[in-house]
């Protein structure tokens, strides 16, 4: 064991602001915490449990044993849901060593060390015997993108001051992918981005110049028609235009932010800045024009991909888990090397609506879609069943494409590293969660201990344990976070509309014992979509805090939520455990042909309550919706 | 050739009304008039041209010549393409007899004949050396789809008096599929429901009782879970549940209109009343809650597939032209087997608003899906492009799948058999068009002329050239045609909403040399979608008669459509070719965050020209709506 490096999913050579780690901030409980803990507990073993089931785990002992052509279970990118448990084995265990959890890691790494080839290459699915050459279906093998996730586990290792097995066996495979795609080698990318993350944080970790160099070869090389046309055109996987050259994410949703996130680690490290502010321009306006409220990315079924601009349905919203994870990767890396707290704003939109929607309060189940809009009740899934991703359902255990629970485990495990940042003149509070945050400045340590109920609570207490003379403290004020107050040494003051154009608020003349008290205005407000969004015209949300809320027919004594109007001049009531509008019932009468001459309007009064789309679907099948007309 | 049967698509053993086929119903021009011809001069050359180029057609000789598994081009279904262009060149040469055209379709007939096996089996996709087994594929494999286009072209053959090859394999063939899928025998059904109304069609028209027996075979198996669980469920082919007992169409669109027609055609044979009571009650609930106002069908790219009720996004509605065809097969047979004239209101919907919006007004060109709203101008398409069918372009010559051409081309063709239907009582005039009709009555016959610039002009003249003394005249009224009056014997009678209600307005005591003069309400008027149709909620569109508009980009100097708002306040104008709104262009102005607390409405004041939506796209790329914001 080294000394450790930042315990971070991202840490640029320079950049902003400086992350810090999951030994710099800890978690002590609150949504964050219980999620951290989740994901531990539960959804980790959940993952290790299936992936034996399904017998992916298996294949690279098949490998090992050369049976590997006569056994394959799985799909393609089967190898890589191992690699993201052991990703988020990596974290957890890089936050707080745990004896058993440490020897279910070493003994899933010597499986997959004991199916790596002398030179490197490691596949489950290509190159053994009776399978299909190495490298031979780049478009849709993803050899590469398994590679990539091998990478950010080993990464993962490495910043937890571990030189391990699995450093070992990333370290062989990067050295074969530098060899055989090297400039004037093989000419190939990755149907599915990742590789160029995965180089990326593997060079940055481990210092080797060579993976750097071939991540933004990688990335360079992608939007020159280098991979076939298909049926979804190139644009699927963002070889049809270069990155550079792009100005918003399109085509499918998950390979779109791997890419940014990649293209945005090669452009911080190579100083580029020319293709980091291309990344950031297209993101941005991915999230002008492309986004769904709950931060939700992807708006086709068919193809797993962004739509056109403003073609955003609530009904057939994919929003895939994983486009969740894509985007805050993105964005996090945004945040550290613009020192923008404002990209925060949409981590935290994403998290809490996205992400954190996917699992169920258990761990054992998780939505793969996340659409803004049911309406036609779930099935149940049994907790044998590997369900298909596309299908209307409840939560599923696993699924045949099994992408969203790893990297939902992934994602939960490394939390505390998205609470706070740092630079030479003090620490920004970038999410509210209870959190003991200790940072070096230059003159000295800053301590902070913050205790909140957030985001059901908008008090934020953030105490000084110390800090240096001059440093600065910096909370993050979310964009709807305008009459927030800030209570200092008695004083309060209210934050206006201004103070939060630059999303900050900066603090100085601490005292240590310092108790700095924020307030934050979460009382529910209403939504309105930007005119061009047609799929919710004439509706309004309801958002209280950084939670979007939803309304369940369960609520509603089981009426079909297709019938809500909310009446927009009436007050929302906070009750227990939510808020409730108030609206009209509209009878599901009229029948025949659906398009009229006049229209008619008999409706009961009705109460509706509405709670966080997190929650949605725990209380058995139902229809729900976030958008809910005005008239 | 033997004497004539009704030259028509349908014609069932009884029915309340009965059709009048091609040789008592001829176009003699007008909207309808143009488009049969222009499939004959147009639409017909351009398919055979196409089906030579992409091998299609060779493939049959290939067959022949043992070589096929070696130079097999095409899909599974390809062979079903030559069936409908040899069907649509029967219902020509039905019509009307041209030596030319029976020339060229004797050559393909003998070539398709030539790759049939002894035994009667024929694709040229399975089956022959080096191919997969015959019936081995039955969810995919379109051999049975195939067959029933084949027996569909072949029953055009019998109707019009021929008994040629075509209907020598047809009867081979058919037999065959008796002899393999008898009860007992092979317990399958295909993938894609077409054998059905093939089968029981060719039962009608030869007046063998086995053949419908199979047809009905197949209907009543279907439904049972025969076919594997796929991807998208067994609902994409309907065999999810009964067709008896299903309560809504559902899956692929075309897969399930298919089946209905075929299913009616059972139920009508068979005099089974619950089998089409349950057909019917399947359709009209699908006309209540997943139609499009253009009458298209399916609102998913992914399966091609119908939605959930109320599911109907105008920018991603699939509304393949094949389900519009589907959807008129259905209801023409539930009009004749019901009497119900208001059935001729979805079939003209359909027919003006998805059929006629395919074929390029050169018949060069057609489009595949007809979405109500183009959000970025499609991309023009080469003459000599093979286009995907998802892909937003403009009209395309030809596709991979290319379902859609050879169908518009044999419903063209077919088309006056939809003017008119007759029973014992009179003649009703289900569509209006220039058209001459000859109707044996058992009195004596009944002879008409209408004669109408129809659907751009509301006035009809019919003269009663000859008709029994107490023959009565039946013309159905569209729901929109409250208002609709009718001058006789220059006494001029205004139709109430009430006379409306079943469809149609009864004339009797004609007399012989009478015109009779119906002016249908066609000045533009606003329509407004059921509250429940999320996707475009808040927005009105605008008909004309039978006629669905649009704005298009090209006529408010290239501006987007989506920033248009329609004041409804404001009179329709009507100008040359078209009709005239009023309203305003929002600038595209916002940028951020496209969810807020607030709305600003900024916009200036323009004229919306509106132009029937089978125009649309015909002056190059551009964005196109139906449906227009109010506010």
């Known amino acids: 064991m080294t000394t450790p490096d930042t315990i971070a999913p991202v840490v640029p050579a320079r950049s902003a602001v400086r992350p810090l780690g999951l030994d710099a901030v800890r978690l002590t409980g609150g949504f964050w915490g219980e999620r951290e803990r ?27 044993a050369g049976t590997v052509a006569q056994t394959c279970q799985g799909r393609e990118f089967s190898d890589s849901e191992i690699y993201k448990l052991l990703e988020a084995m990596a974290w957890q265990l890089g936050r707080e060593p745990d004896a058993g959890l440490e020897s279910r890691f070493a003994a899933i790494v010597a499986r997959v060390s004991a199916a790596q080839q002398p030179d490197g290459y490691l596949s489950t699915m290509f190159g053994n015997p009776g399978q299909d050459p190495r ?18 586990a080993a990464v993962a290792r490495v910043r937890s001051g571990h030189r391990d097995e ?67 055109g190139r644009e699927y996987y963002q070889d049809d235009i270069p990155v550079r050259d792009a100005t918003v994410l399109r085509g499918h949703a998950v390979r779109a932010l791997y890419l940014s996130a990649g293209a945005l680690d090669v452009a911080d490290e190579f ?76 981590i935290e939109r994403t998290l809490y609506n996205v992400v954190a929607v996917s699992p169920r309060a258990d761990g054992r189940a998780f939505f793969y879609t996340n659409p803004l809009q049911q309406r036609v009740a779930g099935e149940p899934v049994g907790a044998d069943d590997i369900s298909r991703r596309a299908r209307a359902q409840l939560r599923a255990p696993w699924f045949e494409v099994s992408c969203c629970p790893t990297n939902v485990a992934r994602t939960l495990s490394q939390l505390a590293a998205y609470v706070a940042v740092m630079d030479e003149h003090g620490v920004s509070i970038v999410q509210y969660a209870d959190a003991d945050i200790r940072a070096f400045l230059p003159e000295g340590p800053m301590v902070l201990q913050t205790r909140t109920a957030y985001p059901h609570d908008g008090r934020v207490t953030i105490t000084v344990v110390d800090a240096p003379a001059e440093a600065e403290l910096r909370l993050r004020l979310p964009a709807w976070a305008s009459g927030a107050t800030v209570l200092r040494d008695g004083a309060e003051s209210e934050v206006s509309v201004d103070a939060i154009r630059d999303g900050m608020l900066r603090l100085s003349h601490l005292a240590v014992g310092e108790a700095v008290v924020l307030t934050l205005p979460i009382a529910p407000r209403l939504t309105h979509p930007d005119p061009r969004i047609d799929a919710v015209r004439g509706s309004v949300a309801v958002e209280a ?72 679907a725990r209380r058995g099948p139902g229809t729900m919706r976030i958008w809910l007309p005005t008239s």
């Open 545 to 616: 805090g950084p939670l979007v809320l939803c309304a369940e027919s369960v609520d509603i004594g089981g009426a079909d939520v297709a019938d809500l109007v909310i009446d927009v001049t009436a007050p929302l009531e906070h009750t227990e455990g939510g808020v409730r509008a108030r609206g009209r019932l509209r009878p599901a009468a009229s029948n025949g042909w659906p398009y009229r001459g006049d229209v008619d309007a008999v409706a009961e009064a009705v109460k509706i309550p509405l709670v966080p789309y997190y929650t949605w």
């Open 166 to 232: 699995l450093v070992a066996v990333a370290v062989r495979a990067a050295d074969h992918v530098c060899e055989v795609f090297a400039p004037g080698a093989h000419p190939g990318i990755c149907g599915h981005p990742e590789i160029e993350v995965g180089l990326a944080e593997l060079g940055r970790a481990l210092g080797e110049r060579r993976y750097l160099d071939q991540a933004r070869e990688f990335v360079e090389r992608r939007g020159h028609q280098v991979l076939p046309d298909i049926e979804f």
């Open 135 to 152: 490298w031979s279906q780049l478009e849709w093998g993803h050899e590469l993108y398994c590679l990539g996730h091998l990478f950010q």
């Open 271 to 346: 100083a580029d800045t020319e293709l980091a502010d291309a990344v950031r321009r297209a993101y941005d306006r991915t999230l002008e024009r492309r986004t769904y409220l709950t931060g939700g990315m992807g708006s086709h079924h068919q193809d797993e991909a962004f739509g056109e601009d403003f073609e955003l349905p609530a009904d057939r919203a994919y929003c895939e888990t994983c486009a969740g994870i894509g985007s805050v990767m993105t964005a996090w890396r945004l945040l550290l090397g613009t020192g923008d707290l404002r990209y925060g704003d949409i």
């Open 38 to 64: 989740l994901a531990r507990d539960a959804i980790i073993p959940h993952a290790e449990h299936w992936e034996e089931r399904t017998g992916w785990l298996a294949n690279f002992d098949a490998v090992a």
